[in-house]
């Protein structure tokens, strides 16, 4: 059983040009599911819908309460790219003994060019065979919470090493 924790951002298809909101979006993390004719049990639930620029402290707490309350050991976080080593890295500070993939596009969800899809994808397989701990999964890459950075220049996350 895989648990699936969404927040907002890009892969949800959730674009935030202006101060005024959220622009609705026709596209969930289940319609990607669903395409992909998957074989798994999973459950959806929605935390929160924000841009990843307005997610506060007060949010990550929620969602660390989220995972500590799920009884599963497997955990996926879709997420914005934008503070998304961020939030790994506040989970990862609490040591909580499951394995938690973080994950996100770059380009919406919404478009027929996204990579949303595909990460999606490679979390899910990651999170089936990794240690329990935090992991970012982002276009083919795998990193740890502790080692990551997201480069704004190539819009890609890295090592720090």
Same mark, same amino acid.
């Given at each position: ?18 101060? @005024? @909101? ?12 669903? %395409? ?21 402290? #007060?949010?990550? +707490? ?26 790994? %890295? ?6 909580? #003994? ?10 919406? @969800? ?39 950075? +997201?480069?704004?220049?190539?819009? +890609? ?5």
């Amino acid at each position: 059983m895989i648990q699936i924790f969404t927040t907002g951002g890009t892969i949800e298809g959730l674009d935030y040009t202006d101060d @005024g @909101g959220i622009t609705s979006s026709d596209v969930g993390i289940m319609d990607f599911l669903d %395409k992909a004719n998957i074989d798994f049990e999973y459950t959806i639930e929605g935390v929160f819908k924000k841009d990843s620029r307005a997610i506060t402290e #007060n949010d990550r +707490k929620l969602l660390v309460e989220k995972i500590k309350a799920t009884n599963t050991n497997k955990i996926l976080v879709t997420h914005g790219t934008y503070t998304m080593e961020d939030t790994a %890295k506040y989970i990862g500070n609490r040591s909580l #003994n499951k394995t938690i993939i973080l994950v996100g596009a770059f380009i919406l @969800g919404t478009s027929k060019d996204t990579d949303a899809p595909f990460n999606l994808g490679y979390a899910i397989c990651a999170l089936q065979f990794l240690k329990s701990d935090v992991y970012i999964a982002m276009n083919g890459k795998l990193f740890h919470w502790n080692d990551v950075t +997201k480069n704004l220049d190539t819009n +890609k996350f890295e090592s720090n090493e």
